[in-house]
């Protein structure tokens, strides 16, 4: 399975979770594809001169949401992998995308926080409730509902 290797962020800040709606465009063999809007985990794609999965994540959230103001706070173990759609795959080169999870504590005020890139429609914290509800893919759903809802049950 030729997977396309990614990060994503559990990004909180005053116990409700960061998503942004977005036009997916990844890099496909022919070039740039655009996938439809959907909400999603903050982060992207882990690209060659990443120096770890850690840089990659830091990257892909300034070059989604322009702030630098994140705390790491973990790494997840398992990663979420899910299919993509046959358009998608003939599209994007790729069967599938395997994504390393990270949790993070957004720690500014808010004014930082903007689309930076064409693809992202918006962005906004969600209550974790609704969080379930509007992830795009339902291996990130089942991520959250097994991995992260039990966080916020345990008040971390």
């Known amino acids: 399975m030729n997977l396309c290797r990614a990060v994503g962020a559990v990004v909180l ?15 496909g063999p022919d070039g740039p594809a655009e996938v439809g809007g959907e909400w999603y985990f903050p982060g ?3 690209k ?4 770890d999965l850690r840089a990659a994540l830091l990257r892909g959230l300034v070059e ?10 973990r790494q997840f ?3 979420v992998r899910f299919p993509f759609t046959p358009e998608d795959q003939a599209a994007l080169g790729f069967s599938g995308q395997e994504t390393t999870i ?7 005020c808010g004014g930082d926080l903007r689309p930076q890139e064409k693809e992202i429609e918006r962005l ?3 209550d974790p409730d609704a969080v379930e509800r509007v992830l795009a893919h339902p291996e ?6 097994k991995t992260v809802m039990p966080l916020f049950q345990a008040g971390e």
Do not use: C, H, I, N
């Open 13 to 27: 800040r005053e116990g409700r979770v960061l998503l942004l709606r977005k036009v997916r465009r990844m890099d």
């Open 44 to 46: 992207g794609e882990v």
């Open 48 to 51: 060659a001169g990443d120096a």
């Open 64 to 73: 989604e949401t322009g702030s630098q103001a994140y705390r790491v706070l």
């Open 77 to 79: 173990a398992e990663p």
């Open 102 to 108: 990270f949790l993070l504590e957004y720690l500014g």
């Open 124 to 126: 906004g914290f969600f």
């Open 140 to 145: 990130e759903r089942d991520f959250f509902r």
